[in-house]
């Protein structure tokens, strides 16, 4: 009987999938049941454990951080989104005179500019700004290309507009184009403008008291926080976060504008009549030191003259001439070395160190004379130089450098105006030949109009030198005044010196060389002086071999009892006319001033005061 066999699986035969797949799962089972190592899974859990804490604490840092320290620069991001910051331009204070008169005052007006970012068609809105505006062609280029750059967010249109052109470049209607307020300044007369100064366009002091007192003028500006749309109009009820500007301080100044007003018209009348290059006037209250009118006006390059080339009284140094006279016969009088009735032998020229070739030096006297018997007073009426030396030779170079010290020259005034000059003396020490003694008349020194105004003014205060003073105070913006120090004093003559040359001074007035500076009714008295200007080739002769003069008289009144100080200079008159001359470029121009205070001032000399005698004293022989 046979047997039937079924199929038997060989020993090579291949698995079948199903087997592989069975087979898997045994070996996967087996694993996590038969094969676990507990050290392997616990590191597994602890450096997941440790990874998910450090990105926990990453985060936690940086959720701080942005909360905190990292926080300013989003919300920054934020706000720059939806809102816009203005500037509220703080109001510049007004300068004042010395009675509450506006001098400078700032005026309102307007600047329209555009934020490119919220201008929808720069090439239309260029087009019809430079339209309204009057633009050139390649103007309205550039501001089509700025209106394009989405970066500019400033670009101004009109810079301190009239408030009638704003309005009309606002009924424009463009996007992106804005308006806002600002000020400008205006002075009460352009004359002003040496002394005042100037603002760029944003209102910053630029020269002049404006400069000066930039700070207590500016104020401090605030600012405005407001949301806009997506036009960059301004969203109602969003300006909450302002912060409104101070106004600056108003600045009083010691200037009266009456008078200064006057001033500036009589010299600038003088010098166009003279065909001169500048002029300037001081006036200076005797006692305080405060300047009443300061002006200052030069010919400019069209044949105008104006006062757009600065304070020049204050930040320029002239050698003075013949007004210094004033000091060296003071100094010799307050030191005893001569007396008003001394005697000199006055030759009409005098050599310093005939001897010698490198010092030796020759002047004469302005008019013709033989060798004169001439008394101090004389000397001084009848302005001799050489006369003034030899009573110079009675003091050392020392004491004559001394009371030149004294009287502020070498120094600036501390006035404190800007780019003032201290002028140029250089040390007795230094001084070689006829240096020693030039200086006694006029030459081998200079000096600013505002030092020698202060200087003779000494004379006229009794002896004692006051500092000059532009400002006296200022008025903050919640209208409490505060009143500025007058300046320091000191003793430079004896008051009897002082009453001697005032009784000189008025016999210049009187009988010498300043008799165009007399007030009917009323004894004035003062200095004239005629000095060569220098030029730059540092000798005194021009290209063409001829002279240039600066003619000029200081002065107060009333002579006796000074109230006022005045200084009159005129630079450059026609060198041709009789009037380029101290006692007749500058002294009626004194005279008319005089009248001014006066008038203005209730000016009235003492009952014994009646003006200058008729008659010439026997002392001082004929005039010249």
């Known amino acids: 009987m046979s047997t039937v066999v079924g199929p038997r699986r060989g020993k090579h035969r291949p698995p079948t999938a199903s087997e592989i797949l069975r087979d898997r799962a045994r070996r996967a089972t087996e694993s996590m049941t038969t094969n676990l190592q507990g050290g392997s899974i616990r590191y597994r859990l602890f450096g997941t454990f440790f990874v998910v804490v450090l990105l926990l604490g990453v985060m936690l840092v940086r959720v701080a951080w942005l909360q905190t320290i990292g926080s300013s620069g989003y919300r920054e991001a934020s706000i720059a989104q939806r809102t816009r910051i203005n500037v509220i331009d703080a109001e510049r204070g007004a300068i004042l ?26 090439v239309g809105a260029a087009r019809a700004l430079a339209v309204a505006l009057g633009m050139t062609p390649e103007q309205e280029v550039e501001l089509a290309a700025n209106l394009q750059d989405k970066s500019k967010n400033y670009t101004v249109i009109a810079r301190q507009a009239t408030l009638e052109l704003a309005d009309t470049l606002m009924a424009l209607g463009l996007d992106g184009v804005f308006v806002k307020s600002e000020a400008s300044r205006e002075l009460s007369s352009e004359y002003l403008r040496a002394v005042i100064g100037r603002t760029d366009p944003d209102l910053n002091g630029t020269a002049g008291l404006e400069l000066q007192y930039n700070e207590l003028l500016a104020g401090v500006d605030g600012k405005s926080i407001r949301e806009v749309n997506s036009k960059g109009r301004s969203i109602a009820n969003t300006d909450t976060n302002s912060i409104p500007a101070i106004a600056g301080s108003n600045l009083l100044t010691t200037l009266d504008r009456n008078i200064q007003f006057q001033v500036d018209g009589l010299l600038a009348q003088q010098i166009e009549r003279l065909s001169a290059l500048s002029g300037t006037a001081i006036v200076m209250d005797t006692a305080s030191g405060d300047i009443l009118a300061l002006s200052t006006i030069r010919r400019n390059e069209d044949g105008t003259y104006s006062s757009d080339s600065g304070n020049f009284a204050a930040v320029e140094a002239y050698e003075p001439g013949s007004v210094a006279k004033v000091f060296s016969i003071a100094a010799a009088l307050d030191q005893k070395s001569v ?42 009426v009848d302005s001799s130089n050489i006369g003034t030396v030899q009573v110079a030779q009675t003091m050392s170079p020392e004491s004559v450098y001394n009371y030149l010290t004294g009287f502020g020259f070498g120094s600036s005034t501390g006035v404190g105006f800007p780019g003032e000059a201290k002028g140029l003396l250089t040390s007795y020490k230094k001084w070689r030949g006829s240096e020693n003694y030039t200086v006694s008349y006029g030459y081998g020194f200079a000096a600013t109009q505002m030092q020698l105004v202060a200087a003779v003014n000494a004379v006229a205060n009794n002896g004692v030198y006051v500092t000059p003073r532009l400002v006296s105070g200022r008025v903050g913006p919640d209208g409490v005044q505060t009143n500025f120090d007058l300046g320091p004093t000191r003793p430079v003559l004896k008051s009897e010196t002082s009453a001697l040359m005032r009784s000189l001074m008025s016999d210049v007035v009187c009988f010498g060389t300043a008799k165009l500076a007399q007030v009917p009714g009323m004894t004035v008295a003062g200095k004239t002086g005629t000095a060569y200007r220098t030029q730059e080739s540092g000798g005194y002769e021009t290209v063409t071999g001829g002279r240039e003069y600066r003619a000029s008289f200081v002065g107060f009144l009333p002579a006796y009892e000074p109230r006022f100080t005045v200084l009159v200079s005129v630079e450059d008159p026609d060198p041709s006319s009789r009037d380029r001359f101290g006692g007749t470029a500058a002294a009626p121009v004194f005279a008319n001033i005089a009248q001014a205070l006066i008038t203005e001032y209730d000016v009235r000399p003492a009952a014994t005061d009646k003006g200058c005698p008729k008659e010439r004293p026997a002392e001082l022989g004929p005039g010249h």
């Open 97 to 122: 005179d010395r009675n509450g008169f506006e001098l400078a005052i700032p005026v309102p007006s307007k600047t329209v500019y555009a934020d490119a970012e919220f201008v929808t068609d720069p």
């Open 339 to 380: 007396e008003p009735t001394s005697v000199f032998k006055v030759a009409p020229t005098f050599t310093f160190n005939p001897e010698s070739t490198k010092w030796r030096y020759t002047i004469k006297d302005a008019y013709p004379h033989g060798i004169e018997d001439m008394t101090v007073r004389k000397i001084l």
